[in-house]
């Protein structure tokens, strides 16, 4: 009598307790709870267990975000623009209100695209208005540049609407799925995120990486038995971070 046949959910259900495995099984390829399921190159369709794959630890060279902390933690900036608030989860908020509680909320604008929750003013990065120029002493963007149809554009309205000794803070990223709001544009190595703001006149005083990741392409691309090797020898990340002040 033949064995019957284990699909990819019996298996998902059986090796749930154990994250120390990784399965090979004649199937598309998915990933579940650090589990990557593999088309098996066997005949028979034989299960092999081997060890899970998972990025390299990473620590950056620099802690952009701390750097940020211990700059506004000192300065105390009096007026703040943060950008990209809305909430597309209304039970996850999206902006650093709390990190200024000595701001008053008349100098704390949170600016979007679009109406929503934790939207005060509805605008476009790339065309800020003309008499916000100087107006604000830190600017705010996280997971907004990647958006962005122009981010050079930005990053030199950026400059202008900060006071001179003003500081900014970005969070983007290198590496990450296609993702709207409304659309998705670009990706950034962290020499391109402090180009960009180079170029617009502002001194960038870190810019790192941040949450190390895999890409697993198609076994055409890259062979399974080279891909732990070949994401060590080319990293990605999902973040990349910049901070720096307006001279």
Aim: proline share 8%; hydrophobic share 35%.
């Amino acid at each position: 009598m033949s064995r019957p046949q284990r699909t990819v959910e019996t298996l998902c259900k059986q090796l749930s307790q154990d994250d120390d495995h990784l399965v090979r099984v004649y199937s598309h390829s998915v990933t579940r709870r650090g589990f990557m399921l593999w088309k098996s190159a066997r005949k028979e369709k034989q299960i092999v267990i081997q060890k899970p794959l998972r990025p390299d630890p990473f620590e950056p060279e620099t802690d952009v975000a701390g750097h940020f902390r211990r700059h506004i933690a000192t300065h105390r900036p009096k007026a703040v623009l943060e950008v990209g608030t809305r909430r597309t989860d209304p039970s996850r908020k999206t902006h650093r209100r709390d990190s200024f509680p000595w701001v008053p909320d008349a100098d704390y604008l949170r600016l979007d695209i679009r109406d929503g929750l934790d939207v005060d003013v509805i605008g476009d990065i790339h065309a800020l208005p003309s008499e916000w120029s100087g107006r604000f002493e830190c600017f705010i963007a996280d997971a907004v540049f990647e958006h962005l149809e122009r981010p050079w554009i930005a990053a030199k309205e950026v400059a202008r609407i900060l006071a001179p000794g003003g500081c900014f803070f970005i969070v983007t990223h290198q590496c990450y799925p296609l993702h709207g709001h409304p659309s998705d544009f670009f990706r950034f190595s962290k020499e391109a995120l402090r180009l960009i703001f180079e170029d617009a006149g502002l001194s960038v005083a870190s810019s790192d990486y941040g949450l190390r990741c895999m890409i697993v392409p198609p076994e055409s691309v890259v062979p399974p038995e080279i891909l732990e090797t070949w994401n060590r020898e080319y990293p990605s990340f999902a973040h990349v971070k910049a901070f720096g002040v307006k001279p």
